[in-house]
């Protein structure tokens, strides 16, 4: 079991910026895959980013440019800085964790563990 803790969520207007964290704990190992999801009301759930263990990054389309994966392994912490933000990044966003490093990339399927999200909302 991995127990994932997200915070940074918040209100910001748009342009501004905010850096999400996602404490993980429990049955860590050294190879895996951590990703930041985001889902806003009526959308479906969408892959923002996600790092392996040896740093390899995956972001999704719409974010490349300005948000930015980023981990402190010594603080089992995954954070997603996120700026020039806009109001259509407006949703939860859920940090997740996978066992295996193959393929690494910010897809629901490649997760085995999720957290329960922190709200970003965004004003124009």
């Known amino acids: 079991q991995v127990q994932l803790v997200e915070s940074g969520g918040g209100s910001v207007q748009a342009g501004g910026s905010l850096r999400l964290s996602c404490v993980a704990s429990?049955?860590?190992?050294?190879?895996?895959?951590m990703g930041w999801f985001r889902e806003a009301p009526g959308k479906k759930r969408e892959g923002v980013a996600a790092?392996?263990?040896?740093?390899?990054?995956v972001y999704a389309d719409s974010v490349k440019g300005r948000f930015t994966i980023s981990q402190d392994s010594a603080k089992n912490t995954v954070y997603l800085q996120m700026n020039n933000l806009k109001p259509e990044d407006s949703a939860k966003y859920y940090c997740?964790?996978?066992?295996?490093?193959?393929?690494?990339?910010?897809?629901?399927?490649?997760?085995?563990?999720w957290g329960k999200g922190t709200l970003v909302t965004i004003s124009s």
């Open positions: 997740a964790h996978g066992y295996s490093d193959y393929d690494c990339r910010p897809a629901s399927n490649a997760m085995d563990y």
């Open positions: 429990g049955n860590m190992y050294n190879m895996y895959c």
């Open positions: 790092i392996d263990n040896d740093g390899r990054t």
